[in-house]
């Protein structure tokens, strides 16, 4: 076996719910869409240790926001004198999966600490053939 001289360790170090949102909506005679959002933060951080001595070669923090999005439209009105009242609704949500955000967050701090490490001259590598 050979040794092993950098160790590569790292974890979600944040997540945060609800840094932005927000929305707007519009009604004429009770009729109208909607649409709001929401906003999460997760951060990612990765360090690159030297085993020797225990010297933090690299340390690197990325962050990736995560989307939720709604649209929806509504009717609400008053029927007969307003003995009644008819409300009806529709909509959609999309959220970006958290999973894949997370993934996306650490393939980036990947490439940050790759790049880090070039330019410190830890080491070197080549790009793609053209």
Same mark, same amino acid.
């Given at each position: 076996m050979l040794f092993a001289g950098v160790l590569i360790e790292g974890g979600i170090t944040g997540y945060d719910s609800n840094t932005l949102t927000g929305g707007m909506g519009a009604r004429y005679l009770g009729i109208g869409p909607s649409t709001?959002?929401?906003?999460?933060?997760?951060? @990612? =951080?990765?360090?690159? #240790?030297? +085993?020797q001595n225990g010297e933090v070669l690299i340390n @690197? =923090?990325?962050?990736? #926001?995560? +989307?939720?999005?709604?649209?929806?439209?509504s009717m609400f009105r008053f029927i007969?004198?307003?003995?009644?009242?008819?409300?009806?609704?529709s909509g959609t949500t999309a959220n970006e999966p958290v999973n894949y955000a997370v993934r996306t967050a650490i393939e980036q701090c990947v490439l940050e600490m790759v790049?880090?490490?070039e330019r410190k001259g830890i080491w070197h590598y080549k790009g793609e053939a053209s």
């Open positions: 709001k959002y929401t906003q999460d933060v997760v951060t @990612v =951080s990765m360090r690159l #240790t030297s +085993v @690197v =923090s990325v962050t990736k #926001t995560i +989307v939720s999005t709604g649209d929806h439209i007969d004198m307003g003995t009644k009242a008819l409300e009806i609704e790049k880090e490490g």
